[in-house]
């Protein structure tokens, strides 16, 4: 199954409703909460080059916060990110 990870914070709406995207797809996620960890805070800022939350990977793949998440569902994007990153059967 495609590794998809979302760093998050749990008071932001815009983590909520890519969880609620994401669970809706039927995908599978790993969730990291960085509201009082400073070292995965970190983590997420020097794997996304970005401080806002969330920002979503699948497997190596950077596909940014939740709009450009809902952008990249609308323009198929998103499918060809998770076939790239399937594991091979």
Do not use: W
């Amino acid at each position: 199954m495609t590794k998809i990870e979302i760093y998050t914070k749990s008071y932001c709406p815009h983590c909520k409703n890519a969880k609620k995207v994401l669970g809706r797809m039927g995908l599978a996620y790993r969730e990291i909460e960085v509201d009082d960890d400073q070292v995965l805070f970190i983590e997420m800022l020097e794997r996304s080059q970005r401080r806002t939350v969330p920002q979503i990977f699948v497997g190596d793949i950077h596909v940014g916060g939740n709009d450009d998440l809902l952008k990249a569902i609308s323009t198929g994007k998103f499918e060809k990110i998770l076939a790239s990153q399937s594991p091979a059967a």
